[in-house]
């Protein structure tokens, strides 16, 4: 079993940057894909970036490529979302992922965080 938790979301001008945590506990955490997903109301949830637990795999959704990095730290349990040159599209609820392997569809995760809001203004 893992439990993730999400932190580091707030409010921040267009232009900016944020980091997301996603802090796991459990055993065996590093031999877990992670992936990160966000969520408007009203839309579903769509992918942003993923990771394997072989830190080089990553996969990135074409809206955040060139501004959001995903990385881990197996030491800590935890792994990383840095988004910069924000938009205010990038508004929305941001969810971490745990799952086998790196995967764009969230059915293919089985554990999840609770969430944390970014919101961009402009």
């Known amino acids: 079993q893992v439990q993730l938790v999400e932190s580091g979301g707030g409010l921040v001008q267009a232009g900016g940057s944020l980091r997301l945590s996603c802090a796991a506990s459990?055993?065996?955490?590093?031999?877990?894909?992670v992936g990160w997903f966000r969520q408007v109301p009203g839309k579903e949830r769509e992918f942003v970036a993923a990771i394997g637990w072989i830190a080089f795999v990553t996969h990135y959704a074409d809206s955040v490529k060139g501004r959001f990095t995903i990385s881990r730290d197996n030491a800590k349990n935890t792994v990383y979302l840095q988004m910069n040159s924000l938009n205010t599209e990038d508004t929305a609820v941001y969810y971490c992922?745990?799952?086998?392997?790196?995967?764009?569809?969230?059915?293919?995760?089985?554990?999840w965080g609770q969430g944390t809001q970014v919101t961009v203004s402009s």
């Open positions: 459990g055993r065996s955490f590093s031999r877990y894909a």
């Open positions: 992922a745990g799952g086998p392997s790196v995967r764009m569809t969230q059915g293919d995760y089985s554990y």
